[in-house]
């Protein structure tokens, strides 16, 4: 059974950090591409950042590129999200999960950041 359990959000002011974790189970970590994707209110669920399964390549989506690094662990199945210089458009639900999507990855209850003064 698959379970992805996200957390280290919170409150932070404008231009702060946050470091999410996330900690995986259930199948096998270590040969998986793992993303970050987060979801504001009233869009659509984004993909933010993407790791390679040994942790070599990573991508990241034009807005978060320079201010967000992912890594990965995979002794320990838990990827993560350094993020800095927060803006408060980057006000989301944060998950993670593997890249590409697959239906049979059902999600976790994902963290909430919220950048606000």
């Known amino acids: 059974q698959v379970q992805l359990v996200e957390s280290g959000g919170g409150l932070v002011q404008p231009g702060g950090s946050l470091r999410l974790s996330c900690a995986a189970s259930?199948?096998?970590?270590?040969?998986?591409?793992m993303g970050w994707y987060r979801q504001a209110p009233g869009k659509q669920r984004e993909l933010v950042a993407r790791?390679?399964?040994?942790?070599?390549?990573?991508n990241y989506a034009d807005s978060v590129k320079g201010r967000f690094t992912i890594s990965r662990d995979n002794a320990k199945n838990t990827v993560y999200l350094q993020m800095n210089s927060l803006k408060p458009e980057d006000t989301a639900v944060y998950h993670c999960?593997?890249?590409?999507?697959?239906?049979?990855?059902?999600w976790g209850q994902g963290t909430q950041v919220t950048v606000s003064s």
């Open positions: 999960n593997i890249v590409p999507y697959d239906l049979g990855y059902s």
């Open positions: 259930g199948f096998i970590f270590s040969i998986n591409a």
């Open positions: 790791i390679s399964n040994g942790g070599g390549s990573t």
